[in-house]
């Protein structure tokens, strides 16, 4: 069992690199992608401050499918260019709304959330699904979430075997 540390308070840099310190503790010894992606939500939800929604969706026969998440029951299919989500799945990119509410055809799973960040799995290339992070606080996140979770995703991707459910 792994104690999470809360990154509040810190400066963002410092706090990513101080949760992806966690993280990799979180995925030694460990490859089964299920599980990797299950413990990484929870650590998200656990160490970052002002989050209402932690999770993933993984491709899956041509759209994004839930998986592993913490936070309010949510969306379990979402097309491919819909939403946020959909969105960064489309044009494997990272991207950052300050106020979801503003951003054309953003699907609401919860109506507390304010702000996201989504940042895709990609894997050789090939797009296995994206990491959502949800906040109920107006522009909560930024380029430095961005590189944070990119660094992260790409903690996720390296220490798992690949996703059989994704694809």
Same mark, same amino acid.
């Given at each position: 069992?792994?104690?999470?540390?809360?990154?509040?308070? /810190?400066?963002?840099?410092? *706090?990513?690199? @101080? +949760? !992806?310190?966690?993280?990799?503790?979180? $995925?030694? #010894?460990?490859?089964?992608?299920?599980?990797?992606?299950?413990?990484?939500? /929870?650590?998200?939800?656990? *160490?970052?401050? @002002? +989050? !209402?929604?932690?999770?993933?969706?993984? $491709?899956? #026969?041509?759209?994004?499918?839930?998986?592993?998440?913490?936070?309010?029951? /949510?969306?379990?299919?979402? *097309?491919?260019?819909?939403?946020?989500?959909?969105t960064a799945a489309r044009e494997l990119r990272t991207i950052v709304v300050p106020d979801v509410h503003l951003f054309p055809g953003h699907i609401a799973c919860d109506s507390a959330s304010r702000s996201e960040i989504v940042v895709p799995l990609v894997r050789a290339g090939r797009l296995l699904g994206v990491l959502d992070l949800d906040s109920p606080q107006l522009a909560r996140f930024d380029t430095d979430d961005s590189f944070g979770l990119a660094a992260a995703v790409d903690l996720l991707l390296q220490g798992s075997d690949p996703f059989p459910f994704a694809g």
């Open positions: 069992m792994h104690a999470v540390t809360s990154t509040a308070g /810190a400066p963002k840099a410092a *706090a990513y690199r @101080d +949760l !992806n310190t966690q993280l990799r503790g979180i $995925l030694a #010894g460990e490859r089964n992608a299920l599980a990797n992606a299950a413990n990484m939500s /929870a650590l998200l939800f656990q *160490a970052l401050p @002002d +989050l !209402n929604w932690a999770g993933f969706y993984f $491709l899956q #026969g041509g759209e994004l499918v839930l998986g592993p998440f913490q936070g309010k029951v /949510a969306c379990v299919r979402i *097309a491919l260019g819909r939403g946020v989500c959909g």
